[in-house]
């Protein structure tokens, strides 16, 4: 399989459709918010200085983000390809990433862009904080980890748009988890 680029706001779905995407493909999982989340669990250097950013609604550095990344992306499988989920978040991680790729002679593959409704959005996430308690899911961290996604991530879309390798699902056509896992599923079979 090609790589894939999960793309889309906090609460729109990535985690779970790339774990049915894995699934479906066997592909390496690089989920970078959970990458911190451990990190901050096994308190380690990093997890103390990422915990600050994620408990803020903040991004973690560029640098330091990109250098993870690259250790994460190394230490997968070869040959089966990675679904990157949650990264990149800004156009410097996204040169970065198609640098990287290069480098190593891979590609960025196609970037699967999930958009979802804000009001549907703030009511995942205030489920999910109920369900599994992640530090950052209340309202206020929300509304500045949105606010942070419209300033620094949207702006990445026009950049995929621009690589050719966007493709749009909308939660608006098909808003039923399973149709919009086999409407992604019936665009990657034919990207394989
Ligand atoms: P996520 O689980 O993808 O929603 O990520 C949770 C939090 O981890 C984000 O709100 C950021 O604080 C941090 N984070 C995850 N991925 C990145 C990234 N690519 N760049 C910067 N910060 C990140």
């Avoid at 200085?49 to 903040?58: D, L, P």
């Avoid at 990109?66 to 992306?73: F, S």
């Avoid at 961290?141 to 990445?156: D, E, G, H, M, S």
């Amino acid at each position: 399989m090609k790589n894939i680029i999960i793309f889309g706001a906090p609460g729109s779905g990535k985690g779970t459709y790339s774990d049915a995407i894995v699934e479906r493909y066997g592909m390496g999982h690089i989920s970078t918010g959970d990458v911190l989340r451990a990190e901050i669990k096994n308190e380690t250097e990093l997890g103390k200085v990422a915990q600050g950013y994620i408990s803020n609604g903040q991004l973690i550095p560029d640098d330091l983000m990109i250098d993870i990344l690259a250790k994460t992306y190394d230490a997968q499988p070869a040959g089966k390809g990675v679904i990157f989920d949650g990264f990149p978040r800004t156009i410097a991680q996204a040169e970065a990433l198609k640098k990287m790729l290069a480098e190593r002679g891979h590609e960025m593959g196609v970037m699967v862009e999930l958009v979802v409704e804000e009001d549907i959005l703030m009511a995942r996430l205030l489920n999910r904080a109920k369900e599994q308690g992640r530090a950052d899911d209340n309202e206020e961290t929300i509304k500045k980890r949105f606010a942070v996604y419209q300033n620094q991530t949207a702006p990445l879309i026009d950049w995929f748009e621009r690589e050719g390798i966007r493709h749009t699902f909308r939660w608006a056509d098909t808003p039923n988890k399973e149709a919009m896992i086999e409407s992604i599923f019936a665009f990657l079979d034919t990207v394989k």
